[in-house]
């Protein structure tokens, strides 16, 4: 079995006017909602670790209970990077593998969430191809240093899976040496474990701007037309 | 996987022709969830579905008022205990108290938003607060909240609000997978139908079984392919 660690802890100043980004409502529902309805329908998740922005613990509790979510929530507070708050969710996880997902994610399906589970290895992220060229620069002089295929870069993506060993033994080597990370699957990588990718789709993008909650919504709403 | 349905106002008119219809029919659903206010109509229909029961089909009846929303509350907690589900549900229960406008009594406009409009919603929110899941709603609203008829004030104005609000439940419930399907039946012979117009001989127009044809259809699985806008059912 499962256990999902769902990241719903971050404070998107860029999107939300006064309340954390995961109280927005898209397509009018929370966007937090739709990350927890679609873990709730995929029997192998038999755990969800939620985090809250500190001071929002029953605003998140209260969204658990009116939207009846059936698989057990055990509740953390978050940290201050994304980094701390993965390592405070781990020593709460109760089964041998871990899914990571985000709540800022919310066009994730449960189908998803069962490929990656379903995956033979048990070390796996979503990623995407880049469809557009990046550069490497140095922002002080304004100066760009060099080029980079694209070919062998990727756009880390969740949902992801571990073992849970694996992800608390990556994280003490962060600790030890030092390092933050943005993401696990690179954190993993980096700490010597044998991390693989799936193609993801580019539906599932990240919500992390006005427009995007728009562009979101709209193809909630579409969905709900097409039923 | 067999099935429960779940049907208010089904001592009679539409509510009972839907029953009728589901439960005289070999299919997987299964398990019947009655709901109506206590009256010798309620009895006589459920002694007559006990009486002609061809597929060994279960049915629970169940009294209440949908004006008392503690009633509606507790009612939905019962079901969900008693059944563990509701798959269909068929929100048919209506009231009419037709005046014009200076005549209306505030407490019969009041009765009428809460059994045509609030207890559609209470049993809908409560049984997605108790876990519930369901497959498809069917709201029955009427033309009457389409067009607003001379004398017809409170009906239309409770019909036209259950039409937007089963708009709004269909796109919220997506993310369950759950249909919900809205019809406005035009003239149809019910008592309902006697009340808004007396004169009416009830044996030239649509009948209650009629209705029940249609959300039999809409339940089946060629519904899907047009359930997408309140659906009008008129001769």
Not at chain 2, 81 to 100: E, F, Q, S
Not at chain 2, 127 to 151: C, D, K, P, W, Y
Request: proline share 4%; hydrophobic share 45%.
């Amino acid at each position: 079995m499962f256990s999902l660690a769902l990241l719903n802890g971050g404070v998107g100043a860029r999107v939300a006017a006064g309340r954390p980004k995961q109280f927005i409502a898209v397509n009018g529902i929370p966007i937090l909602v739709y990350s927890l309805v679609a873990a709730d329908g995929v029997e192998a998740i038999s755990q969800i670790v939620l985090n809250y922005p500190p001071g929002w613990r029953e605003d998140v509790e209260k969204i658990v209970i009116d939207y009846a979510i059936r698989t057990p929530i055990t509740f953390v507070e978050a940290g201050s990077t994304r980094h701390e708050s993965v390592g405070r969710m781990l020593p709460l996880v109760r089964n041998d593998n871990v899914v990571i997902h985000e709540s800022a994610r919310p066009l994730v399906t449960a189908a998803d969430f069962e490929r990656i589970i379903r995956h033979e290895h048990p070390d796996v992220s979503y990623m995407l191809e880049i469809p557009f060229t990046v550069a490497p620069v140095d922002p002080g002089s304004r100066k760009v240093v060099g080029s980079l295929d694209r070919g062998t870069l990727r756009n880390v993506q969740l949902p992801q899976k571990f073992r849970t060993s694996t992800l608390v033994a990556a994280h003490e080597y962060a600790a030890r040496e030092g390092v933050v990370f943005t993401e696990d699957a690179t954190l993993c990588a980096v700490a010597g474990f044998d991390v693989r990718f799936i193609d993801g789709d580019d539906r599932n993008f990240k919500v992390t701007t006005r427009v995007d909650v728009q562009l979101a919504g709209y193809l909630l709403g579409n969905e709900a037309y097409d039923e | 996987m067999s099935k429960s349905i779940m049907v208010t106002g089904a001592s009679k008119g539409i509510g009972l022709a839907t029953v009728r219809e589901f439960y005289r029919t070999d299919n997987d659903v299964t398990d019947f969830i009655l709901v109506a206010r206590d009256s010798e109509e309620f009895d006589v229909a459920l002694k007559e579905l006990a009486a002609n029961n061809p597929f060994g089909k279960r049915a629970t009846a169940y009294r209440v008022d949908l004006a008392d929303r503690d009633a509606v509350l507790d009612l939905s907690r019962h079901v969900m205990v008693a059944h563990g589900k509701v798959d269909i549900l068929v929100n048919n229960a209506g009231y009419t108290a037709p005046m014009a406008i200076q005549q209306i009594a505030f407490a019969d406009f009041e009765r009428t938003i809460a059994v045509n409009l609030y207890a559609p919603f209470t049993i809908v929110q409560s049984l997605l607060h108790n876990g519930n899941a369901f497959q498809l709603i069917v709201n029955i609203a009427s033309t009457a909240g389409i067009t607003g008829r001379s004398g017809w004030l409170t009906y239309s104005a409770s019909k036209a609000a259950l039409i937007s609000m089963s708009e709004v439940m269909k796109e919220e419930l997506a993310i369950y997978g759950t249909r919900v399907v809205c019809i406005s039946p035009g003239r149809c012979a019910t008592d309902l139908r006697r009340t808004l117009a007396p004169d009416e001989d009830p044996a030239t127009i649509m009948q209650p079984g009629h209705v029940a044809g249609v959300i039999a259809m809409l339940a089946s699985d060629i519904g899907r392919f047009v359930d997408s806008q309140n659906i009008v059912v008129r001769m």
